[in-house]
């Protein structure tokens, strides 16, 4: 991929990370090559997060601007219903060099998603979208959950099989399928752990994982009809979330992973408020920060 021009990002540079650690796995249009970013609701957390070689995106499932030490990655939550002047805003003013498509429309609104039909959100898409990408901003298609079932939260597909009937309104026009014709430059993902008692050693569900995302990469591929499609993981955590221990022993193995792949571009755990206590970084936080 090519990296971002200087002037993309040139008022955050100053606050921005500076060094690179020489084994990091530089594969990613992120800012100095890092893709580790920040999802996050309080913004004076991410200061406590702003280290070297770590975390120089993040994003707030809005278009709120809270974390001005980070490259800012705004999000259109729902169809027809997100922030289109605040998406604007960010763009014209060189904030952003993408925007994220809706947040979990295969969820519902009471577990965080947009809860959208994939018809309702093809229909949208193009009257949502596609301004921000004629302002040159590249577009992430809807994040969605880890299901693959025809019956989810909503009553109606998740996951991989809502993001099939999604992309198949294209596809049913052999000469209007692929990615390009939603504009997207990348595809989000969202992962977490099982719920289980008692709980679910953090190797186990570090592979469980690993094992997700290699699978849902390959499947992506096949859905837009395209070859590494680049992968952004906006949201991940073992379960239950919300233990620092937990949290710190998973990341120790997903990170170098995920550094390691090619294909994703950007990765951001849920989330910023869980790696730090208090005013300082916790067990987890210090392993986000650390871990190459």
């Not at 999000?75 to 952003?96: E, R, W, Y």
């Not at 992968?231 to 979330?241: G, K, L, M």
Request: proline share 7%; charged share 15%; net charge negative.
């Amino acid at each position: 991929m090519a990296l971002l021009l200087a002037t993309a990002f040139a008022g955050l540079a100053a606050a921005l990370p500076t060094e690179l650690n020489s084994t990091l796995v530089t594969r990613t249009d992120a800012p100095f090559g890092i893709k580790k970013g920040l999802a996050y609701n309080n913004g004076a957390i991410t200061d406590i997060l702003s280290r070297p070689n770590s975390a120089t995106w993040s994003y707030n499932w809005g278009t709120a601007l809270n974390a001005p030490k980070f490259q800012q990655i705004p999000m259109f939550f729902s169809p027809s219903t997100g922030d289109t002047n605040g998406v604007i805003a960010k763009i014209k003013a060189g904030d952003t060099p993408y925007v994220l498509g809706y947040n979990e429309p295969d969820e519902i609104w009471g577990n965080g998603g947009c809860q959208a039909t994939p018809e309702q959100a093809y229909d949208a898409w193009g009257n949502d979208m596609f301004k921000f990408q004629e302002m040159g901003a590249k577009l992430v298609c809807p994040a969605i959950t880890s299901w693959d079932t025809t019956v989810g939260h909503t009553g109606g597909p998740a996951g991989l099989t809502w993001l099939r009937q999604f992309a198949r309104n294209f596809n049913k026009n052999p000469s209007a399928s692929g990615p390009g014709q939603f504009r997207c430059s990348a595809q989000a993902l969202h992962w977490y752990g099982p719920v289980t008692t008692p709980t679910t050693p953090a190797a186990t569900q570090a592979q469980l994982f690993i094992d997700y995302i290699a699978y849902a990469h390959t499947q992506v591929d096949d859905i837009f009809q395209t070859t590494n499609m680049d992968i952004w993981i906006t949201e991940f955590s073992p379960w239950p979330v919300h233990d620092a221990q937990l949290m710190s022993d998973f990341l120790k193995i997903v990170i170098p992973w995920m550094d390691a792949q090619s294909w994703i571009a950007r990765y951001s755990p849920f989330m910023a408020e869980d790696l730090v206590s208090g005013s300082s970084l916790n067990v987890a936080g210090n392993t986000f920060v650390n871990t190459m």
